[in-house]
Nanobody
Framework: QVQLVESGGGLVQAGGSLRLSCLASGRTFSGYVMGWFRQPPGKEREIVAH????????YYTDSVKGRFTISRGDAKNTVYLQMNSLKPEDTAVYYC????????????WGQGTQVTVSS
């Protein structure tokens, strides 16, 4: 059974940093793309960043470029999202997700972790 478990969310002041972690288990994820999404209050879910399992290719939405970094842990099936210079508009539930590189739809989702940035 595939599981994606996020951790690392919390409350932080504007300008601060958080690192989210996503622990993936239940299958081999080589050939997969790991994504971080977020859903702000009252808004639709949006892609934040993604990374190929090999780590060779990354993508960031414009609003987080230069502030967020997605990476994969070497020793564990873990994907990280380092978030720096946080802004109140980054407040959202953040989700980890996975899709095969040959598809567009993310098949596996975590339960989400809340990030709240106070002004």
């Amino acid at each position: 059974q595939v599981q994606l478990v996020e951790s690392g969310g919390g409350l932080v002041q504007a300008g601060g940093s958080l690192r989210l972690s996503c622990l993936a288990s239940g299958r081999t994820f080589s050939g997969y793309v790991m994504g971080w999404f977020r859903q702000p209050p009252g808004k639709e879910r949006e892609i934040v960043a993604h990374i190929t399992w090999t780590g060779g290719s990354t993508y960031y939405t414009d609003s987080v470029k230069g502030r967020f970094t997605i990476s994969r842990g070497d020793a564990k099936n873990t994907v990280y999202l380092q978030m720096n210079s946080l802004k109140p508009e980054d407040t959202a539930v953040y989700y980890c997700a996975a899709r095969h590189i040959s598809t567009r739809e993310y098949r596996y989702w975590g339960q989400g972790t809340q990030v709240t940035v106070s002004s």
